[in-house]
Nanobody
C-alpha cells in the first residue's frame, strides 16, 4: 500500500522560501513519476512540477522559482520554493504514479498548507 506524507508547509512572507518534503512508503520514488500539485478553494487542482528519472517539468507560473528533486536513498521527493508570491498560497499535494494518465494509478498525500503573506 502506497502512502505519502508531506511536510514543510507554513506561513511565509512574500519573497521568502519554503521546502516541502514528501516521504513515500510502499513504492520507490525512483521508479515512479513524482509530482507536486496545488489547489485553492473553488479551483481545480493544478500541476506545479513533476520529475521522472532526470526529466522535470514545471508550470509556467513557477519556472525559475521552484525546484523539484528527489532523494532515492530516503525515498523522498522535495519541492524547493523560492521567491514566493501571495498567489502561491494553496494546499500542496504530493503525487506518486507509475502512469499519471490513469486516475486509479495516482496516489496522493494528505496535503500541506502554504500561505504567503504580502
Amino acid at each position: 500500500q502506497v502512502q505519502l506524507v508531506e511536510s514543510g508547509g507554513g506561513l511565509v512572507q512574500a519573497g521568502g522560501s519554503l521546502r516541502l518534503a514528501c516521504v513515500a512508503s510502499g513504492s520507490a520514488v525512483s521508479r515512479n513519476f513524482m509530482a507536486w500539485y496545488r489547489q485553492v478553494p473553488g479551483k481545480e487542482r493544478e500541476l506545479v512540477a513533476r520529475i521522472r528519472s532526470g526529466d522535470t517539468n514545471y508550470a509556467d507560473s513557477v519556472k525559475g522559482r521552484f525546484t523539484i528533486s528527489r532523494d532515492n536513498a530516503k525515498n523522498t521527493a522535495y519541492l524547493q520554493m523560492n521567491s514566493l508570491k501571495p498567489e502561491d498560497t494553496a494546499v500542496y499535494y504530493c503525487n506518486l504514479s507509475p502512469d499519471y494518465s490513469i486516475p486509479r494509478r495516482n496516489y496522493w498525500g494528505q496535503g500541506t498548507q502554504v500561505t504567503v503573506s504580502s
